[in-house]
């Protein structure tokens, strides 16, 4: 699994941004990408299980006896589970470690068992700062947050349209799995545009529902969706390095600083 996440092609954050600008699509819509396109989008992103030596995910019983496997965002909240197991449970934790997966392959792992008795769940678990962050956010906009794994949007300007950056000659709509540094990049862009900066405003999607909708949905603006590991995450990448001397993934130059 480890050579698997070094061989991702990562494309990370506001590297390679130019310019940003606000979406001409105000509205996120339910044509479907294909499953090829999805896993595109899904598979830069670095998430973690607990699992055997073996490899098998560590099960708990869910509502009428589902199996359910814990996703965890943060490898930190994945390594902080384990060292509760060892006061809760030694024995079961001597057996289990936090491995690494991409987010394309649960969707995968998901997908291929849906609809199959006695299948494997998997449920999220959100990092517990997006989630005050998310929380804050919903009380101030009225839209409460109602659980998920939040991704943090930007939206502006008279037609209420997307913030985007401009990356290999496309627009593209980057939802944060920090707000932190989707403030960043507001930052940046309330420099370059001033006059609409009173207007931009953040918004929570939650993760499960943007997954089902890039592969329900029929609006193109779901072609330009980027999901953005969180800095955690994106250390992680970068320090990771394979058991065969493969050199560890670079660090994504830094997007520069919008043109005068």
């Known amino acids: 699994m480890i050579k698997s996440l070094i061989r991702w092609s990562i494309t990370l954050g506001v590297a390679g941004a130019t310019?940003?600008?606000?979406?001409?699509?105000?509205?996120?819509?339910?044509?479907?990408?294909?499953?090829?396109?999805?896993?595109?989008?899904?598979?830069?992103?670095?998430?973690?299980?607990?699992?055997?030596?073996?490899?098998?995910p560590l099960v708990a019983s869910g509502e009428d006896q589902a199996k359910v496997a814990g996703v965890f965002i943060s490898q930190g909240d994945a390594n902080e589970f384990v060292n509760q197991l060892k006061t809760e449970?030694?024995?079961?934790?001597?057996?289990?470690?936090?491995?690494?997966?991409?987010?394309?392959?649960?969707?995968?792992?998901?997908?291929?068992?849906?609809?199959?008795?006695?299948?494997?769940?998997?449920?999220?678990?959100?990092?517990?700062?997006?989630?005050?962050?998310?929380?804050?956010?919903?009380?101030?906009?009225?839209?409460?947050?109602?659980?998920g794994v939040p991704l943090f949007v930007a939206k502006?300007?008279?037609?209420?349209?997307?913030?985007?950056?401009?990356?290999?000659?496309?627009?593209?709509?980057?939802?944060?799995?920090?707000?932190?540094?989707?403030?960043?990049?507001?930052?940046?862009?309330?420099?370059?545009?001033?006059?609409?900066?009173?207007?931009?405003?953040?918004?929570?999607?939650?993760?499960?529902?943007?997954?089902e909708t890039l592969k329900t949905g029929s609006d193109e603006i779901l072609q330009k969706i980027v999901l953005v590991p969180s800095t955690e995450s994106i250390q992680f990448l970068q320090t990771v390095t394979p058991a065969t001397g493969e050199t560890a993934v670079p660090a994504p130059a830094p997007a520069p600083a919008p043109a005068p």
């Open 19 to 56: 310019f940003f600008s606000w979406g001409a699509i105000e509205n996120l819509m339910a044509i479907a990408l294909p499953e090829a396109e999805v896993l595109k989008k899904l598979d830069p992103v670095p998430v973690f299980t607990i699992a055997d030596e073996k490899g098998a």
């Open 89 to 147: 449970n030694p024995e079961l934790a001597q057996k289990v470690k936090v491995v690494p997966v991409s987010l394309g392959e649960v969707y995968k792992l998901a997908g291929s068992a849906e609809g199959e008795n006695n299948s494997l769940n998997f449920a999220y678990v959100p990092e517990k700062e997006a989630v005050a962050s998310a929380k804050t956010i919903g009380e101030a906009n009225q839209q409460p947050y109602k659980g």
């Open 156 to 211: 502006g300007g008279e037609g209420k349209g997307y913030l985007t950056f401009e990356r290999n000659s496309e627009q593209v709509i980057p939802f944060f799995f920090e707000k932190a540094q989707l403030e960043q990049m507001i930052a940046k862009f309330k420099e370059q545009k001033p006059e609409i900066a009173d207007s931009i405003n953040i918004e929570v999607h939650p993760l499960e529902g943007v997954i």
